[in-house]
């Protein structure tokens, strides 16, 4: 039967990783001399195979390559996610924020290497977000973007790429039409959520005044979010997941599994094998 080139691309990555997890096995297989008795000549003790039972050929650079290159590049691509805001340290309302966005970034196929909350302070955030940037190649920040002094999230995070506010007219007016459309007058606070950040994607914000921000890195993305959740979460399923999409074409799944009437002493036990394993 025929696979697709992602089919494929998949299989083979599978197949490397295995190959990599067992790289001892494979460096024994050669010094005795038993990959010269293997039929597809791959230094392994038991063939590779497709599910049809052909032996896996070489991968050249091809469609198949890229594809494999495109999955094992989104596996090493580390994702962190920020959130801002002195209510979230004290405890005055629930982080939804984190738990949605951690459960879309497995759900895009990136590693979560490490969350934090961080309060209303520019020295703390720019700590934060340089420590970020130089260990995660895409950084998501929530929260700050609103029209006090105390939002501080586009400010800190141009500062530490070292790049400009500049107005953006459409911003303006989106802002503009918002507090029209709700039959309020209009701040002039507001018109300092109509600076963006020089060179970034600009996310139009339909559910409120704060647009959000796509910055293109060397390495990856800065995503700045606005903190409701009801204005966080459509931006980023509508207008952050088409811009990330590039960077990963795979998934990460994880199941729950309940046990009653034992402890966790003796479920550790059980498991041993799982806990121990690389998953």
Not at 102 to 118: H, I, K, P, W, Y
């Amino acid at each position: 039967p025929a696979y697709s080139t992602n089919a494929v691309a998949q299989l083979t990555f599978s197949l490397i990783l295995e190959i990599t997890n067992a790289v001892g096995l494979h460096s024994e297989s050669v010094k005795s001399g038993d990959w010269s008795s293997c039929p597809d000549f791959c230094y392994w003790k038991t063939p590779l195979t497709e599910l049809c039972g052909k032996t896996l050929g070489i991968v050249g650079f091809g469609q198949i390559g890229q594809a494999v290159a495109d999955i094992a590049e989104a596996f090493k691509m580390n994702v962190e996610i920020i959130c801002v805001g002195t209510e979230l340290l004290l405890g005055d309302i629930l982080n939804t924020n984190a738990k949605f966005l951690s459960e879309r970034m497995a759900e895009m196929g990136f590693n979560l290497f490490s969350q934090s909350v961080v309060g209303d302070n520019a020295l703390r955030l720019e700590k934060q977000i340089t420590l970020s940037l130089a260990r995660s190649e895409i950084v998501i920040l929530s929260g700050g973007l609103g029209p006090t002094n105390d939002d501080i999230t586009k400010e800190t995070v141009a500062k530490a790429l070292n790049l400009q506010l500049e107005p953006h007219a459409e911003s303006l007016k989106q802002i503009e039409q918002y507090f029209a459309r709700v039959g309020r007058v209009m701040s002039e606070n507001n018109k300092k959520q109509a600076l963006t950040i020089k060179g970034a994607t600009v996310l139009q914000n339909d559910h409120g005044t704060a647009p959000g921000y796509f910055v293109k890195t060397k390495n990856g993305a800065v995503i700045l979010l606005p903190g409701p959740p009801k204005e966080l979460v459509p931006m980023f399923n509508e207008k952050v997941v088409p811009l990330l999409k590039p960077f990963s074409n795979s998934t990460i799944i994880s199941h729950n599994v309940r046990l009653f009437g034992v402890g966790e002493s003796v479920a550790a036990e059980y498991c041993g094998d799982l806990l121990d394993s690389k998953n």
